[in-house]
Nanobody, 129 residues
């Protein structure tokens, strides 16, 4: 069984930085793809970032590329999302997710939410203008 718990959300101002943490449990963590998604009211859930099991392959959503950085620490069973130059349009509930399966490091991380059966409860990020 895989469990995920996000933390680090909050209220910040435009241009600020924030770092989200997702702590995981489960035996397959180090062999599974991890991803961050976000969901804002009235919008579709959006892929933010994904990282392959060893961290060698990383993908970002178009709207955050160059501003957000995803990392993982397999020893600590955690993934991190460092968000910089935050904008009001980054306001959303942020979720981490994992496949829970043994995934290849040779392909880009999945960006479709249907590939991730395990999700955390999310953390709210609000960016004021």
């Amino acid at each position: 069984q895989v469990q995920l718990l996000e933390s680090g959300g909050g209220l910040v101002q435009t241009g600020d930085s924030l770092k989200l943490t997702c702590a995981a449990s489960g035996r397959t963590f180090s062999r599974s793809t991890l991803a961050w998604f976000r969901h804002a009211p009235g919008k579709e859930r959006e892929f933010v970032a994904g990282i392959s099991p060893s961290g060698i392959k990383i993908a970002y959503g178009f709207s955050v590329k160059g501003r957000f950085t995803v990392t993982r620490d397999n020893e600590k069973k955690a993934t991190y999302l460092k968000m910089s130059s935050l904008k009001p349009e980054d306001t959303a509930f942020y979720y981490c997710a994992t496949t829970g399966t043994e995934d290849s490091d040779s392909i880009a991380p999945f960006s479709n939410d249907g590939a991730f059966p395990y999700w955390g409860q999310g953390t709210q990020v609000t960016v004021s203008a």
